[in-house]
């Protein structure tokens, strides 16, 4: 694991925030849909590329911009979650000029991480969800091709074949989806929970958390309301868009570079 991260903790001012950000919500046309799978495919293979060789991937979403104590962050993410004053702990690379961007932004009050596009979603779920889907459709048109071919008398050699090709199809289908689901930034997803202390980070699901945090916020539950690690943890009135929702904090690895602006200005 590449410990190129730092955990940059303190409360945020001087909050700039875009206001014109990059459009998810629009209908898209046939023609529109198939570029935007193909730009998928292409950041997501850009994006495992980076992985590989140690850069930074392209990242999307609103930008802001703000200060962290005396540290200046810029960047984007799918949406901004804070306000001036907020205290907050950002997983972020350096910039030139002592600029940081931020690859995750963990809220402690509201027990919530905000990503860029794209990232959040771990390798193995996300694998899981394609394997299976794939394989359901592949066996469903195997079965469908078979009693055509059957019902026509057609030789082994040919079923054979048949076989043969919906295997191939099959496995080209898997990777595919997982390149247009962002599964190349899954990747850095399994790296940033890893720097929160996550143990086997490439099999956390955000998902099945986030479900289990709004559960256990309904009911008052203790593991939520007594994190040690996050007293200052308050309720909140809705549950927000494009955010993830984690229940106990994790501890920290004492592999993280912490930069610890509290109190400073």
Known sequence: MRNDFYLLKGTVSC???????????????????????????????????????????????????????????????????????????????????????????????QHAIIFPQHIGLTTFPLLKVIFILMTVFAVVFLLILLIIELVNDCSL???????????????????????????????????????????????????????????LYRINDPEIFNDPQSPDFEKFKEFKALTNYYCRTPTLPNWVKVIDERNKK
């Open 157 to 215: 050699n040919y079923i054979f074949n048949i076989f043969k090709y919906c295997f191939l199809g099959w496995i080209i289908a898997i990777i595919v989806s997982f390149l247009i689901g962002g599964g190349g930034y899954s990747f850095i997803s399994n790296q940033i929970y890893a720097c929160f202390g996550y143990e086997k980070p490439w099999k956390y699901d955000s998902e099945k958390e986030k479900e289990r945090f709004k559960k």
């Open 15 to 109: 909050l700039q925030v875009d206001k014109n950000p990059q459009q998810t919500g629009t209908k898209l046309t046939m023609t529109d849909r198939i570029e935007k799978d193909f730009y998928a495919v292409f950041c997501s293979i850009i994006a495992l590329i980076c992985f590989f060789i140690c850069c930074r991937p392209p990242l999307r979403g609103q930008r802001f911009c703000c200060q962290i104590g005396n540290k200046k962050v810029e960047g984007r993410l799918n949406r901004i979650g804070f306000n001036e004053g907020d205290y907050v702990e950002m997983l972020v690379k350096p910039k030139k000029n002592d600029v940081y961007q931020p690859y995750a932004v963990r809220i402690p009050k």
